[in-house]
């Protein structure tokens, strides 16, 4: 937009599951370049493995090999690739029922980005990645095989072998953030060190951002108030677990803060002071960015640190936490 507040935004973070014995095994096997399905007590052979047979519920038994070939069962065009897409020119989602299964396998398959190479019954091959660490993706997709020339076996690209224990999950959504008129004048302020929210004509509340309406009067809350820079920690945590994008090395405190002059706590960073002497009711300041970095986000703000005041007590800021 012509004045900037359009911006992209991402929600990601990074989690380990454990994966259990049948498909811990199956994923290991992935990692040596190696196709797994399990067999049934009535004989069937799933590919993937699940840990129950879906018909009876019975547990599934001994690992099967299967593939690295298979047949094209369903599939979908994918004429505009995505980033993280395990291809980069147009291909096939397509179910893949690899050779000595009586399950498909979900993949990709490649036909040189053109559609009319993807069809019911082609018969294709395993396309492995160079380096696998033992996760789907170390299949990097089918590609088209003609049923009579072997088909190479990868190599382990590692001397252990055995089942994948943990399986890191990236979890990623990407939203492109277009901010409306009440968000836009709590931004632009945070660019000029001020601090804006909306106050209700009714019930006299200040809120931060500022927004519509009053979500308890239900009218129209856009009377702007500039509040202040120092205010009250309402509640806190201490950060002792390190993540991907932490600000700092924990230990640290998150914390709300009830800037003065509003009804609502905004949530940010409090820095100079141990994180064990944090604590409800105590009063802070904020610490700006230099003017040359003020920005309109709330990362104008670098943190907030101690003020010297006194501590305010509970019931002051109780119908606040």
Not at 57 to 83: C, L, N, Y
Request: proline share 11%; hydrophobic share 40%.
């Amino acid at each position: 937009m012509d004045d900037g507040f359009e911006a992209p935004y991402r929600l990601e973070y990074t989690y380990r599951r454990s994966t259990g014995a049948v498909i811990g095994r199956f994923l290991g096997a992935l990692r040596d370049g190696r196709l797994e399905g399990v067999r049934t007590a009535g004989g069937r052979v799933l590919s993937p493995p699940l840990e129950y047979d879906p018909e009876s519920g019975e547990d599934v038994g001994a690992p099967v090999d299967v593939g690295p070939g298979g047949v094209v069962t369903t599939w979908t065009w994918v004429a505009a690739p995505r980033p993280d897409h395990p291809v980069a020119r147009p291909f096939a989602w397509a179910l893949v029922r690899l050779d000595g299964a009586d399950t498909a396998m979900l993949h990709a398959v490649d036909v040189g980005g053109e559609p009319g190479g993807i069809r019911t019954g082609l018969r294709v091959r395993a396309r492995w990645r160079a380096e696998r660490t033992g996760t789907i993706r170390d299949l990097e997709c089918f590609v088209p095989h003609d049923g009579a020339t072997p088909i190479d076996v990868a190599r382990p690209t590692t001397e252990v072998s055995g089942p994948v224990a943990l399986l890191p999950s990236p979890v990623r959504l990407d939203y492109t953030i277009i901010a409306g008129r009440h968000l836009r004048t709590y931004l632009s302020g945070l660019a000029k060190k001020r601090i804006v929210g909306g106050r209700c004509p009714r019930c006299r509340k200040v809120y931060l951002p500022p927004r519509g309406a009053c979500p308890t009067c239900g009218v129209p809350a856009d009377h702007e108030v500039e509040v202040r820079d120092t205010g009250t920690i309402t509640t806190f945590c201490i950060i002792r677990i390190p993540f991907d994008a932490a600000p700092f090395p924990p230990p640290y405190a998150a914390v709300a803060v009830l800037l003065d002059g509003a009804d609502m706590p905004i949530f940010h960073l409090v820095r100079g002071i141990p994180p064990e002497e944090v604590r409800m009711g105590m009063r802070v300041r904020a610490t700006w960015v230099p003017d040359a970095e003020l920005a309109p986000t709330l990362a104008s703000i670098r943190w907030f640190e101690p003020s010297g005041e006194a501590d305010l007590p509970y019931e002051s800021i109780e119908a606040h936490l």
